[in-house]
């Protein structure tokens, strides 16, 4: 029957854009909340590379995912802590030492995870529900996909009822819209800004552990391959808001995945110029945000990248 | 107890002088601990990395071959980083300027057209990455865009860009279907400075530029407005400074710089185009600019340091059996040094026993 085999084409698209798509949501939204603190962390590449190479060592040696991730998130928010006392406690400028902490990170996981190359470990456990996931279609998408997954959405969902329906969200997009004013109220701008940073520390650690745990199990030095890059794209083409990066974030993966398939279908589409859409979008959005800004469309951190140091 | 930073009345001076030497100390030091936890001989990893290759006039050569792109892009960067200006897609300017120089290149393959072929290769990669790096400084200008993150995305669609040409209508058709253009013209290629050595008249061309950059920055009117528009950003719109203009300009240097660089690389040492040309050249040279201070003569010293750990690293891939990212760990780490360092230049620590009992003190 081919329309039963278009189906099922449909839905390893489907699934392979949903994989594809989870370390840019996990990386972005952890990003997200560092700029909306802020702080522009340009190290995201480094820091999801870390979390690559030691997840999959945690991963390997432990045998168990759960603590790869574990290992992930703790190399990707120690990256961050580094990042932090630089920018935060010595006032250094923050594109030079994100730049630098993504070159660090590019060395160090070589470093960690030359020992590991040609390893395998078994792939992140997918959910099984019986009945549910054997829905045909919608079934493995819906219900069968492995704990990132539901993770990275669970904590989109969580970081847009922090930032928008709690105090504590409140003081945070104060602190980056102008970090002056929340320093006179009496906030500890740095405090909450360090938070951020390490906050989306562990969250890039957990989408660069994603590759090795989940989308391949094995890893390759520079397995993120840009992807950092992408995911502050996304926060960008997002305007900083949750709801637009899930958007993005599967527009993006999508993109990636459709790239694939351009040159299979043979539309004569050049693979270059689709994998260069997501980033010329990305400038174009940027200018029409910023063109309106100060109207309901942009929500960029006022205080976004400035050095702050509090005076007494 | 709080350690909290405070601004010095005035700029160190001493601490001006030393924090890059106490940068490198610190980061040998590191290094040294890296290695001795890698079980290798910290002082013979330290000889691999940083005196082996000054005493082989080959390894001399490719030191200087490594820094002349590094120190021309850095040189540019340098001027948009003292204005405070974000260009940090150098490496997109430098991958258009060899695309737009190898254009004539791959045209004038074969056919003997005589000597201009060169110097208008150098022109349009200079033109191309200065056009290029004008795409996000007139989104800033006009339309209020960060000019850090579109100067980033255009990195890739630059990369992409020169993926499909060499891949596609500029391939070899003799490159055994590797994505490569023919090998350039005697012609279109950059002159040796030696016979038979690798060093070229590139480097000629970045001391020029380092020295035209200093005559800029310290003798002349508008490499004042470069700094007061970053130091003081308000002192210079009162005084009638146009931001705007110099947002366009230092990209549009840095731009050209970076194409410059490109071309040189690819119709000197490369020989051809191929998608590996820049190896993050231009984003190394964001390091090469901070670790010479933002400054020509700096730079051209950072440069060639960098460089050398570059060489001894590929030296210590050999002799000491370690991986290429042992420099790449290096260079963040010295990174961090250098700005941690230059940070106390403005700032000192000051160890507080407790704020609240300072708060009270005060009330």
């Not at chain 1, 999959?56 to 580094?82: D, E, N, P, R, W």
């Not at chain 2, 000597?115 to 150098?122: G, R």
């Not at chain 2, 860009?161 to 070899?172: F, I, Q, S």
Request: hydrophobic share 55%; net charge positive.
């Amino acid at each position: 029957m081919p329309l039963l085999e278009h189906f099922d084409l449909i839905e390893a698209i489907i699934l392979s854009v949903i994989a594809a798509s989870t370390p840019l949501l996990l990386a972005a939204s952890g990003e997200l909340v560092v700029e909306r603190s802020g702080v522009l962390n340009l190290g995201v590449e480094g820091m999801m590379i870390m979390g690559a190479a030691c997840g999959f060592a945690g991963a390997y040696m432990s045998g168990s995912t759960l603590v790869g991730a574990l290992c992930g998130i703790l190399a990707g928010a120690g990256m961050a802590a580094i990042f932090g006392i630089l920018t935060l406690g010595l006032a250094v400028n923050q594109v030079a030492t994100g730049l630098a902490l993504t070159i660090l990170g590019v060395g160090l996981s070589g470093l960690i995870g030359a020992g590991f190359v040609g390893t395998k470990i078994v792939p992140a456990a997918q959910l099984h529900l019986p009945y549910l996931t054997d829905i045909p279609f919608i079934g493995r998408i819906l219900f069968g996909e492995d704990a990132f997954v539901y993770f990275s959405v669970a904590l989109v969902i969580a970081i847009w009822m922090f930032l928008y329906r709690s105090r504590a969200g409140l003081v945070l997009r104060a602190v980056g819209d102008n970090h002056a004013s929340a320093h006179a109220l009496g906030y500890p701008v740095l405090r909450i800004r360090m938070l951020a940073v390490l906050f989306g520390g562990a969250c890039a650690g957990l989408g660069g552990a994603f590759l090795p745990l989940a989308y391949t199990p094995f890893f390759i030095p520079g397995m993120t391959a840009g992807r950092g890059w992408i995911a502050l794209a996304l926060v960008v083409f997002s305007s900083w808001r949750p709801g637009r990066l899930v958007a993005g974030a599967y527009l993006f993966g999508a993109v990636s995945i459709l790239q694939l398939h351009t040159q299979a279908f043979g539309l004569g589409i050049p693979s270059q110029l689709m994998s260069s859409l997501p980033y010329l979008a990305t400038v174009i959005v940027l200018v029409l945000i910023s063109r309106t800004r100060g109207t309901a469309g942009s929500a960029a951190p006022a205080s976004l990248g400035q050095v702050f140091v509090p005076d007494r | 107890m709080q350690l909290v930073l405070e601004r010095r009345p005035e700029r160190s001076a001493v601490i001006a002088i030393a924090s890059p030497l106490i940068a490198v100390a610190l980061t040998i030091v590191t290094f040294a601990a890296l290695f001795a936890i890698m079980g290798k001989d910290p002082l013979v990893a330290i000889y691999v990395y940083f005196i082996e290759p000054l005493t082989d006039p080959f390894t001399l050569q490719e030191i200087a071959v490594k820094a002349t792109p590094l120190v021309m892009i850095a040189v540019g960067l340098a001027l948009c980083y003292i204005a405070n200006i974000w260009n940090i897609g150098a490496e997109g300017q430098f991958i258009v300027g060899a695309v737009c120089g190898s254009w004539l290149a791959v045209r004038t393959n074969g056919t003997d057209v005589g000597h201009w072929v060169l110097p208008a290769m150098l022109v349009l990669g200079a033109l191309g990455g200065a056009l290029y790096a004008l795409i996000p400084a007139i989104c800033r200008v006009y339309f209020g865009a960060s000019e850090i993150l579109t100067s980033l995305m255009l990195v890739y669609v630059a990369n992409y860009g020169m993926d499909y040409l060499v891949r596609g209508p500029w391939r070899d058709p003799q490159g055994l279907n590797f994505p490569t253009t023919a090998a350039f013209d005697p012609a279109a290629s950059i002159p040796t400075l030696f016979e038979g050595g690798r060093m070229h008249v590139g480097s000629i061309i970045t001391l020029i530029v380092v020295m035209l950059a200093t005559v800029l920055l310290g003798r002349t009117i508008r490499g004042f407005e470069i700094r007061v528009v970053g130091a003081a950003p308000r002192a210079a719109r009162f005084s009638g400074f146009n931001a705007d203009r110099l947002v366009l300009l230092t990209f549009a240097i840095s731009g050209a710089l970076a194409g410059l660089a490109g071309i040189i690389e690819v119709a000197g040492p490369i020989g051809h185009l191929d998608p590996g040309v820049s190896s993050n050249l231009g984003f190394t040279a964001i390091i090469v600019a901070f670790l010479g201070r933002l400054n020509p003569g700096g730079i051209l010293i950072a440069g060639l340091f960098l460089a050398l750990t570059f060489i001894g690293g590929e030296g210590a891939q050999i002799s000491l059996k370690v991986p290429l990212d042992v420099t790449k760990v290096f260079q963040g780490i010295l990174l961090f040094y250098v700005l941690a360092c230059d940070s106390l230049i403005v700032y000192r620590i000051r160890l507080l026993r407790s704020v609240r009992k300072v708060a009270h003190a005060a009330s």
